[in-house]
């Protein structure tokens, strides 16, 4: 019977006694498309949303959170440099890969590992 179950239905149950809200983004965006589509935006494969969605999955759901919200979600973030952005950009200028290339990346690496939105930075120990 769980073969007729839509994603937020999955979600719902495995989640359970509530399902976060980002699950809940998440599994509404399969429902939309396909995990294949949601897994292609996220740049995960379509087996990690499965196990996110269903609570199976045995990586850090910290970080699976800031994806979905960063994609799925419409959520802003206070920038030192830029003011309030999508947490989307704020991902994408603080994962930039390679050296920077011009005057704003060069910003984005002074600024990006000081940034209290920067959830990528190592944890001090107290």
Request: hydrophobic content about 35%; proline content about 7%; charged content about 25%.
């Amino acid at each position: 019977m769980s073969g007729n179950l839509n994603n937020r239905d999955k979600a719902v149950i495995a989640w359970a006694p509530a399902a976060p809200a980002w699950v809940l983004l998440l599994a509404d965006a399969c429902d939309r498309t396909s995990q294949r589509a949601a897994a292609d935006r996220l740049g995960m494969s379509g087996g990690y949303v499965s196990r996110v969605v269903n609570r199976s999955y045995a990586g850090s759901y910290e970080e699976a959170e800031r994806l979905v919200r960063a994609t799925f979600g419409a959520e802003e973030v206070g920038c030192p440099l830029y003011g309030t952005i999508q947490l989307k950009t704020c991902l994408r200028f603080r994962r930039r890969k390679g050296p920077p290339r011009n005057p704003m990346q060069i910003d984005h690496d002074r600024v990006c590992p000081g940034c209290p939105n920067n959830t990528d930075r190592p944890h001090e120990e107290d």
